[in-house]
């Protein structure tokens, strides 16, 4: 088997995602050979080569495993929280592989999450190359006009630049509210929540409904399904 870089091994062994990897190596805790490695260029051969996470040595796995989580409001995607708020975990407790989530999705959202211990999935996923469609539901305070639905497709200027093109639609509506439907390609911190307040709307509720070729469905918050994929 030839060589690859350690941050792509790991993140094939199911442990991490690659940008959680690189965290793993710059921080000194991935050691080659019995020799701590810092520089992430750093190849193996992960038949061969000794390759171990704070001492312990990583465990090569051949069966991969998805999941698809319904996050409810108000929970964390991480494993622990300082604050001691819910996170995932609590919910996935009966899954039995070393699952990691796909991305993100912030305490106050909701929404589709994919588990998996597939490393390559997880990059292709969520590199921003790969462009890979999100969607969310998102319900709002008034009702945006037609100019205004059309600036949020074309692009908002924020903070940290201007957003990609974005698909746009009103899904429902009544005189005081509505519920959009939005779908864009980059996921920047908060990034729904600060383009729908660049017109000053507040967001009510967020829910992500699909990403790439995943879809939220019916399964209801806190329940999680076993797919094939």
């Known amino acids: ?32 050979n019995g020799k701590r490695v810092t520089q992430l260029g750093t190849k193996a051969n992960p038949i061969s080569d000794k390759i171990a996470v704070d001492g312990k040595r990583v465990k090569f796995i051949t069966k991969k495993v998805y999941y698809l989580f319904h996050k409810p409001k108000n929970v964390m995607v991480t494993h622990f929280d300082p604050e001691d708020r819910p996170t ?53 305070s008034g009702i945006p006009t037609p100019e205004i639905l059309e600036k949020l497709e074309k692009g908002v200027r924020l903070d940290w630049g201007t957003t990609q093109p974005t698909k746009v639609k009103i899904l429902k509506k009544t005189d005081k509210n509505c519920w959009l439907q939005i779908s864009l390609t980059e996921g920047k911190n908060r990034q729904v929540r600060k383009m ?34």
Not at 204 to 229: D, S
């Open 1 to 32: 088997m030839k060589e690859e870089r350690l941050q792509k091994i790991l993140a094939e062994a199911g442990l991490c995602s690659r940008r959680e990897a690189e965290k793993w190596i710059e921080a000194g805790c991935v050691s080659l």
């Open 88 to 140: 995932i975990y609590d919910y996935l407790g009966n899954i039995k592989e070393r699952v990691y989530p796909v991305g993100r999705l912030d305490f106050d959202s909701e929404g589709l999450i994919l588990l998996t211990n597939d490393g390559n999935l997880t990059f292709e996923l969520t590199h921003p190359k790969s462009k890979v469609p999100k969607t969310y539901e998102v319900k709002i």
């Open 196 to 229: 729908i307040e660049k017109f000053n709307f507040f967001v009510i509720r967020l829910r992500r409904t699909a990403m790439g070729p995943f879809k939220l469905g019916a399964l209801k918050p806190g329940h999680y399904a076993k797919i094939n994929y």
